[in-house]
């Protein structure tokens, strides 16, 4: 038994290089595609080809025992041969070992689910007919970008719906846009403004430095107080960079609602006590908390030491790359965000950070702010305004 690996362009080839080298009964242990252009590889378990004969000019000298065992005879070329293969002897015993440490595995464990693996080979060959039927509409939402196996996954769950051994092939591209808008929409959550006593009147701004925290915070305080009339207090945490209380004092004096500083629990509880008639409080946190475990530790406390419910926003802004976005999510995972909001829209064509985003922390997306301007540049996420922003078609 021998184990082999084949490429090729399309599975059925795969597959035929399988059987011409492996013989019939080949046992297919994987099948996987490796790149974007569908090249497919098959790796299998086969019968041996028949053993390497030695060149003609030494084979006189060789004579064989058994399959496994060479001898030299006296004649110094056939000597030559034999130190020649030597590594290769031992190479082929250890191959020898792992085949049959393979076939038994293949015995115990592999056998058993073999016509579950005939099934998946002819789905995954399925699907990637799919792939290539549906192939533009995967690289648009790459190019848009939005991450490779997320936009598989769109993809694929399109295919599904379509059946695309049932539809007319010309159809296929139009009614496939249509599912994929309906499947984005279906896969993000929006939750709508941030209503207090909608189960919090505490909202934190939380997210990397230079995302948009104290703009943002200052655009939903001016539309809760001065479009809603709402009674808002704005609290900050961030003590660490110089200029940043400064710059939420001046949204707070701009907008007319109170101000207070709370960087310690105490304050916290007492800023809290103080406005435990305000509607809304908004609290501003540190951009250094990406970085710095520890300030991300202390401001859970202080989050903790508000002694009620703290919707947590995360920012993340539309122009970061998904490795960011990835770490943002996993390093503000320990402050146990509710909602994800996206800033600076307006700074990016790629709206695929919006889908992975959502995708990647599972949390409704409240807002989207589209500039620099405060009030004006927020809106309350909709899911008809995401899927046109991340497929280009119209609202
Ligand atoms: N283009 C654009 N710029 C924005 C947006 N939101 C915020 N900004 C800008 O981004 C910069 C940083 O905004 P801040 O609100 O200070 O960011 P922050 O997260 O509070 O930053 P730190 O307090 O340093 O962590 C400012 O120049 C904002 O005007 C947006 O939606 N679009
Ligand atoms: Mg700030």
């Not at 907008?255 to 105490?266: M, S």
């Not at 908390?289 to 002694?307: C, H, I, K, S, T």
Request: charged share 25%.
């Amino acid at each position: 038994m021998q184990t082999r690996t084949f490429r090729a362009k399309t599975m059925g080839e795969a597959l035929r290089m399988t059987r011409q080298a492996l013989g019939a009964e080949a046992l297919i242990v994987s099948a996987r595609n490796v790149d974007e252009a569908g090249t497919v590889e098959v790796t299998a378990v086969g019968k041996e080809p028949p053993p390497m004969r030695p060149p003609a000019q030494f084979a006189a000298g060789v004579k064989s025992t058994s399959t496994s065992t060479v001898e030299a005879t006296a004649d110094p070329s056939a000597e030559h041969w034999n130190k020649q293969i030597e590594p290769l002897r031992d190479e082929i015993a250890s191959l020898r070992r792992m085949v049959r440490d393979m076939q038994r595995l293949t015995d115990e464990a592999i056998l058993p689910g073999f016509s579950d693996l005939r099934n998946l080979i002819l789905e995954t060959s399925r699907e990637q007919e799919g792939a290539r039927v549906l192939g533009p509409l995967y690289t648009e939402l790459v190019d848009r970008g939005v991450i490779p196996d997320l936009a598989r996954g769109l993809i694929r769950a399109v295919e599904l719906q379509l059946g695309l051994s049932n539809a007319d092939q010309r159809d296929w591209l139009v009614q496939a846009r249509g599912l994929l808008r309906a499947k984005i929409a279906e896969s993000i959550e929006v939750c709508g403004p941030s209503v207090p006593g909608d189960g919090a009147r505490t909202f934190a701004f939380v997210g990397p430095s230079g995302v948009g925290k104290t703009t943002t915070l200052a655009k939903v305080a001016s539309r809760m107080s001065l479009s809603e009339g709402m009674e808002v207090a704005i609290v900050t945490t961030d003590t660490y960079r110089i200029g940043s209380v400064d710059q939420a004092r001046r949204y707070a004096e701009l907008i007319g609602v109170p101000f207070v500083v709370a960087d310690r629990p105490e304050t916290m509880a007492s800023a809290l006590r103080t406005y435990a008639s305000a509607d809304a409080l908004l609290i501003d946190t540190p951009g250094r908390a990406f970085e710095n475990e520890e300030v991300r530790r202390q401001l859970r406390d202080l989050l903790g030491a508000a002694g009620e419910p703290v919707e947590v926003h995360l920012l993340t802004a539309a122009t970061y790359s998904p490795a960011q976005q990835a770490a943002i999510a996993s390093r503000f995972g320990s402050l146990d965000p509710t909602r994800v909001l996206i800033t600076k829209i307006d700074e990016t064509l790629e709206m695929g950070a919006l889908y992975n985003i959502a995708k990647m922390t599972g949390l409704p997306v409240s807002y989207l702010t589209t500039g620099q301007r405060v009030p004006e540049d927020i809106e309350v996420a909709r899911t008809a305004r995401i899927v046109q922003l991340l497929s280009g078609a119209a609202d």
